[in-house]
C-alpha cells in the first residue's frame, strides 16, 4: 500500500489552484471591463474558496483528514495550474465567447474530477467545509454558462 499523502500539502495545493482561477477571473475582468463586474465577482469567490480550503488546512487534526489514494494524484493538479497560468499570461485578444468557454471548462473540470472528493472525515465541521466548496463551485458553473448563453454567439 502506498504511504498515506500530507492532507496539509495537498491542501495548501488545491487553494493554490484557487487562486490560480482566481487570477483568471481577474485577467478576464481587465481584458473585458464592460463585464468586470462579472469576472471580478469570480474571482473573489475563488478566493474565498482558497480561504476555506487553507482554513480546513489549519482545522485538520492529526489522523481526522486522509488522502483517498485512488482520487488524488498531484500531476493532474499541477498541470491545470500550469494550463491556468498560462491563459492568464495570454496577451492576444480573445473574444467574450472564449473566455467564457475556458471558465466554463474550468469550473466543470473541477466538478468531473470532483477535486473535493478527495479526502475522507469523520469530522462533520469538515465534510461542511468540502461540501460548501463543491456546491460554490456548482454555482459558478451556473452562473458562467448562463453568461456564455448570453454571449455564444
Known sequence: MAERQNPQA????MAENEESVARLYEAYAGRFPEHAGFWSGLAAEERDHARWLRELGSRVEEGSLYVNEDRFRREPIRLFHEYLEGEVRRQEPM?????????????????????????????????????DLASATDKHVEKVRDMWAKHKD
Not at 101 to 128: G, N, P, Y
Request: aromatic letters at 8%; zero cysteines.
Open 95 to 131: 473574444p467574450l465567447a472564449r473566455a467564457l468557454s475556458v471558465a466554463l471548462s474550468t469550473e466543470q473540470a473541477l466538478i468531473e474530477r470532483r477535486f473535493f472528493e478527495v479526502f475522507e472525515t469523520d469530522s462533520a465541521e469538515l465534510k461542511h467545509i468540502l461540501h
Open 10 to 13: 495537498i491542501i495548501a495545493l
